[in-house]
Each structure stands twice: as C-alpha cells, then as structure tokens.
C-alpha cells in the first residue's frame, strides 16, 4: 500500500523560506501526477501546487512566483520550495495524487502532513 510522508514544516518567521519533501513508498511514483495542498486552521484543504508526470507545473495564485514544486523520480519525493512566506500560509500541508488538476478524489489517503506556522 502506498503511503505518503510528508517533512519539513516549522515555525519560521514572516517572509522567510522553507523546503517541504513528501516521500511516496511504493513503486509507481513516475507515472503519476502530484499536488502540494494547503489547509489552513478551520478551512478545507486547498490546491497551491501540482506538478504532472512530465514535470509541467501549475500554481494558484496565491503560490504563483513565491512557491516552487519539483520531483525526484528516483527518491519517489515531491519537493515544495516556499519563499517570501507571510502568516497566510500557515497551516498543515500535505500532498497527494490527484485525478485530475482540479479533482478532489485522490488516489492514496491521506498522510499526516507537515505544519506550517508563520510568525508575523
């Protein structure tokens, strides 16, 4: 069974940068496309990054020109590198393999995700 294990969240102050990684088990990681969501306390869970099995990327707006999504086919590892942070982004984040770009139904449950705090 595929799992999902995401890393790298912390207490970081208003316009600083943080990496996230989420490690995918399993052996299918490269035919699949990945997304980086947001869910910020007391709201659902949003879209900020995905990335498709070819590389191309697509951002909301809110990560458009601060956030970065990458992978490693050979770690099985979704990368998100967060720049220019504010107390917007703070939440928990995780990832996952969506249908489409813009389904909610994903292939793999969900893992424990990383917490994001920012500190104004």
């Known amino acids: 069974q595929v799992q999902l294990v995401e890393s790298g969240g912390d207490l970081v102050q208003a316009g600083g940068s943080l990496r996230l990684s989420c490690e995918v088990s399993?052996?299918?990681?490269?035919?699949?496309?990945f997304g980086w969501y947001h869910q910020a306390p007391g709201k659902s869970r949003e879209l900020v990054a995905h990335?498709?099995?070819?590389?191309?990327?697509t951002y909301a707006n809110s990560a458009k020109g601060r956030f970065t999504i990458a992978r490693d086919n050979a770690k099985s590892t979704v990368l998100l590198q967060m720049n220019s942070l504010n107390t917007d982004d703070t939440g928990v984040y995780f990832c996952?393999?969506?249908?489409?770009?813009?389904?909610?139904?994903?292939?793999?449950?969900w893992g424990p995700g990383t917490q994001v705090t920012v500190s104004s």
């Open positions: 399993g052996n299918v990681f490269s035919e699949y496309d």
């Open positions: 996952n393999a969506p249908w489409t770009l813009s389904s909610t139904t994903m292939l793999y449950d």
């Open positions: 990335i498709t099995r070819t590389g191309r990327t």
